[in-house]
């Protein structure tokens, strides 16, 4: 439970955690594209940028807290796995995320799910590097 002390507290934690997210998982990946082939490189950056706007608009417009909070960690897990199959592994990002679903989950059963499916999501979007049976 929040007491009313700590909600500035609580505000100056989640802007630093934005911060570091942005510094630690975003950036990160938006320079590992910059040599790569600009099929690669646009919808990589444009994942990075849909994700980077939709955590300041989940805390900033009014409406309905808890349909904003499950749309972006939903845009969250989606963003992960396409990142993930585009770069060929979205460590870093993935990395950086896991304290989102922890935030804004709701609960400690959810925190779990969520995380769980982000990383089952990066996982299942990354390519193989094992070959096929068969394949020389």
Known sequence: MVQPGERPQVRALRRWYAAAWVLFGLIPPALAVADQPDSTRAPTLALLSVLGLCYPITETFPGNPALRRNTFLGTLIAGIGAVSYLMGGAASLLIT??????????????????????????????????????SR
């Open 97 to 134: 995320s896991l304290p989102h679903f922890w935030i804004l989950a709701g609960s400690p059963r959810r925190a779990v799910l969520l995380s769980g499916a982000a990383t089952a999501a990066a996982v299942a979007a990354a390519p193989s590097t094992t070959p096929r049976a068969g």
